[in-house]
């Protein structure tokens, strides 16, 4: 009843006429919607892309695209997820079914809550938010191939990309922008630089990044693990400990190196990455600089599930293992 919670002690003396009070504005002021509003919605260039998907949609093959994208095509993909999932359900496709090329400058959310079985490559750059959200599919960006500068010296994609992920994989090469990973929970990615907060509330999912991070990283992570090449000696002054509950540990299990180079050596096969194909040629060398980053809670957690499964702790990881 509404009236209970009217006359409830905790509402007597609130004053709210402000928020009712009709504002003083000229006739010629509208103070409601009063004229029907065009998002574009009916121009995404995902209509297109769901169109030319039929055969994949139907399960009558895989299909294979090469699109041009400007900054103002948003949420590319996303709605051709949904109709993934509307038809296959949670598991998707089988891997790379849909096979998508784009070339410009992707707009925000590039890839959001892409699905299993899509596969979206851009040759170019991408706005904030790509992967947010990911669900089983896989994003690949990479500079131009004519492109004159050092990838891994410059931004391939802005901020809080991979927010909320839940699986997939994502290979960048290039630096990223603030609040890399934040909140993902199963998502594997590479990337070759980051801004701040990288991996902030992580609870799932891989991440290695080749190259230098901006501060407060790992602030709020409780889970998944982090794998940082550390360029300049100076990693450790950049990772928000939490009072000790972060730690920093040396690659050396052999479990984390196998992941580890596999996710490296896609990165390299996907994106032509230089910067990759330099670690992986002088491991013995490149090995010792990794620094492992994980939660002491879930370091504990993933020990205990192993010794419950009677497996070496180590092992627990591999379930991470891109498939």
């Given amino acids: 009843d509404v ?9 007597r003396g609130v004053d709210v006429s402000i928020l009712l009070e009709k504002p003083n504005v000229p006739p010629t002021v509208a103070t409601r919607c009063v004229q029907a509003q ?3 919605l009916s121009e ?4 297109h892309i769901i169109d030319e998907c039929a055969a994949a949609l139907e399960g009558r093959g895989t299909v294979e695209l090469h699109l041009p994208i400007r900054n103002s095509n948003r949420t590319v993909g996303t709605m051709l997820s949904g109709e993934v999932a509307k ?5 998707g496709l089988p891997d790379d079914t849909i096979r998508i090329h784009f070339t410009g400058s992707a707009g925000q959310s590039f890839g959001a809550f892409l699905a299993h079985g899509i596969t979206l490559t851009l040759e170019g750059d ?3 938010y790509l992967g947010k959200g990911l669900s089983g599919g896989k994003i690949i960006a990479y500079p131009p191939r004519d492109a004159t500068f050092e990838p891994h010296e410059n931004i391939i994609a802005g901020n809080t990309l991979l927010y909320g992920a839940t699986s997939g994989e994502v290979y960048l090469r290039g630096v990223v922008g603030e609040r890399f990973a934040v909140r993902n929970s199963g998502a594997r990615a590479v990337v070759e630089g980051t801004g701040d907060h990288c991996c902030e509330y992580m609870t799932g999912g891989v991440v ?11 602030a709020g992570m409780s889970g998944g693990t982090a794998f940082v090449l550390d360029w300049d000696g100076r990693f450790f002054t950049r990772v928000n400990r939490g009072h000790g509950s972060i730690l920093l540990e040396p690659l050396t299990d052999e479990e984390d190196v196998a992941i580890v180079k596999e996710l490296i050596a896609r990165h390299r096969d996907y ?5 990759a194909a330099e670690v992986l040629e002088n491991w013995p060398q490149m090995q010792p600089r990794f620094v492992k980053v994980i939660s002491q809670e879930y370091k504990q957690l993933l020990a205990e599930l192993a010794e419950e499964a009677g497996e ?6 591999a379930a991470q293992r891109p498939t």
Avoid: C, P, Q
Wanted: aromatic content about 8%; charged content about 30%.
């Fill in 3 to 11: 009236r209970d919670a009217v006359d409830h002690w905790k509402a």
């Fill in 38 to 40: 065009d998002h574009g």
């Fill in 44 to 47: 995404a260039i995902d209509y």
């Fill in 87 to 91: 038809r296959f359900g949670e598991e």
């Fill in 126 to 128: 991408a706005n904030d």
């Fill in 208 to 218: 290695v990044v080749l190259g230098i991070t901006g501060r407060n990283f790992a």
């Fill in 271 to 275: 994106t032509g990455s230089r910067r």
């Fill in 312 to 317: 070496a702790g180590s092992d627990a990881i």
